[in-house]
Nanobody, 122 residues
Framework: QVHVVESGGGLVQIGGSLRLSCTAS????????MGWYRQAPGKQRELVAAITSGGSTNYADAVKGRFTISRDNAKNTVYLQMNSLEPEDTAVYYC????????????????WGRGTPVTVSE
C-alpha cells in the first residue's frame, strides 16, 4: 500500500505566498515522478507542475515564473512554492506520484492524495 499526504494549504491574501508539501510512503521501490494538480469548481483538474526522478520539470503556463516545484527524493517528498498568488489560483491542490512498488519493481502505479485547499482572498 502507498499513501500520499499533502499539507500546507490554507487562506492567503492576493500577492502572498504559500508552500505545499507532499509525502509518499509505503512499499515504494522507486518514484518515477511526482506532481501537483489543481481543480477549481466547474473546471477540470489540470496539471500545475511535475518533476521526475531525474529532475526534469514541467509547469503550466499559468504558473510559470510564480510557482517552483522541488523534491527531496530521500524523503519521497515534493514541494510547491507558490508566490504572487492570485484569485485564479484558488483551487483544491492534489499531489500525484508515479511509483513502482517493492512487489512489482518494474511496474508503474499512480497514487493520489486527497487534496489540500488553497484560497486566495480578493
Amino acid at each position: 500500500q502507498v499513501h500520499v499526504v499533502e499539507s500546507g494549504g490554507g487562506l492567503v491574501q492576493i500577492g502572498g505566498s504559500l508552500r505545499l508539501s507532499c509525502t509518499a510512503s509505503g512499499m515504494i521501490f522507486s518514484i518515477y515522478s511526482m506532481g501537483w494538480y489543481r481543480q477549481a469548481p466547474g473546471k477540470q483538474r489540470e496539471l500545475v507542475a511535475a518533476i521526475t526522478s531525474g529532475g526534469s520539470t514541467n509547469y503550466a503556463d499559468a504558473v510559470k515564473g510564480r510557482f517552483t516545484i522541488s523534491r527531496d527524493n530521500a524523503k519521497n517528498t515534493v514541494y510547491l512554492q507558490m508566490n504572487s498568488l492570485e484569485p485564479e489560483d484558488t483551487a483544491v491542490y492534489y499531489c500525484k506520484t508515479v511509483v513502482s512498488t517493492i512487489e512489482a519493481p518494474g511496474s508503474q502505479f499512480e497514487y493520489w492524495g486527497r487534496g489540500t485547499p488553497v484560497t486566495v482572498s480578493e
